[in-house]
């Protein structure tokens, strides 16, 4: 069977977020104040053909400590549709 896995891979929340802070002052310069926090992460999507949905789960973890994420710097989350 083929499942449709959405890896969400995100910068650790104790590291800084270059990306997210200058989107952050873009929104300020746009005069859209009511935003506290910005971070910006990658989701990506794997069609994975396995026996079973923890099967899928468990290629992509594998492919994310691998070779999605650093996990230095990211921490990533798996959702198996």
Do not use: C, W
Request: aromatic share 4%.
């Amino acid at each position: 069977m083929i499942y449709t896995v959405q890896v969400k891979v995100m910068p650790l929340k104790e590291l800084l977020d270059p990306q997210g802070k200058a989107v952050m002052g873009g929104l300020q310069n746009l005069g859209i104040r009511s935003v506290s926090d910005v971070r910006i992460g990658k989701n990506i999507h794997l069609q994975i053909e396995a026996a079973s949905a923890d099967e899928a789960k468990k290629i992509a973890e594998e492919a994310g400590k691998k070779l999605l994420a650093n996990p230095v710097m990211e921490y990533f989350e798996i959702s198996v549709n």
